[in-house]
T-cell receptor, first 112, second 114 residues
Framework: DAKTTQPPSMDCAEGRAANLPCNHS???????VYWYRQIHSQGPQYIIH???NNETNEMASLIITEDRKSSTLILPHATLRDTAVYYC?????????????FGPGTRLSVLP | GAGVSQSPSNKVTEKGKDVELRCDPI?????LYWYRQSLGQGLEFLIY????????KSGLPSDRFSAERTGGSVSTLTIQRTQQEDSAVYLC????????????FGPGTRLTVT
């Protein structure tokens, strides 16, 4: 699986958009980009995933560059409850289990 | 509906003792994963179950670690002769099947080896 690089921490003002970057310059053509987050003292929670098209759901938007070497997770209106560690993972999906490799992630602090 | 549950929530044990950690996945989920998270670190994959079989045990750190799953449901992770470096939060996740990207995590068991 391709390696990802994320900033260790970011701050965002409540109500503003949080833009979390992820670099995956060695990504291969069939690897997807997945985002999970982990709120303090809880297990990780799935947010969104994509291959090459931009994706949006009720939680967030995922913007993937045309060369797929980087992506950005966007939380459009961050709230205090979005304070968490955000993990960017790239992986080829298969039918034999998705043993995700969670790196150190980005610790997002949403400030009042 | 009920999510993934794990027990105990906290476990303190003496070095050298054996411990058993339990995971109850979401009903109907055939895939089950164990991860561990050391203090301030990311998650480390341990083992994946599809039904009762474990096609991927590649993350188990030593032969002191073992896991089983019965009835396609409950799973138990056993650590024998615990060491201080085994101290971590052990997380269990389940998903609909092995191809599903959305894993549902339990709250974890915090293991402290003294």
């Amino acid at each position: 699986d391709a390696k990802t690089t994320q900033p260790p921490s970011m701050d965002c003002a409540e109500g503003r958009a949080a833009n979390l970057p992820c670099n995956h310059s060695t990504i291969s053509g069939n690897e997807y980009v997945y985002w999970y987050r982990q709120i303090h003292s809880q297990g990780p929670q799935y947010i969104i995933h994509g291959l090459k098209n931009n994706e949006t759901n009720e939680m967030a938007s995922l913007i993937i560059t045309e060369d797929r070497k980087s992506s950005t997770l966007i939380l459009p209106h961050a709230t205090l409850r979005d304070t968490a560690v955000y993990y960017c993972i790239v992986r080829v999906p298969n039918n034999y289990g998705q043993n995700f490799v969670f790196g150190p992630g980005t610790r997002l602090s949403v400030l009042p | 509906g009920a999510g993934v549950s794990q027990s105990p929530s906290n476990k303190v044990t003496e070095k050298g003792k054996d411990v058993e950690l339990r995971c109850d996945p979401i009903s109907g989920h055939t895939a089950l994963y164990w991860y561990r998270q050391s203090l301030g670190q990311g998650l480390e994959f341990l083992i994946y179950f599809q039904g009762n079989s474990a096609p991927d045990k590649s993350g188990l750190p030593s032969d002191r670690f073992s896991a089983e799953r019965t009835g396609g449901s409950v799973s138990t992770l056993t650590i024998q002769r615990t060491q201080q470096e085994d101290s971590a939060v052990y997380l269990c996740a389940s998903s609909l099947d092995g191809s599903s990207y959305e894993q549902y995590f339990g709250p974890g068991t915090r293991l402290t080896v003294t």
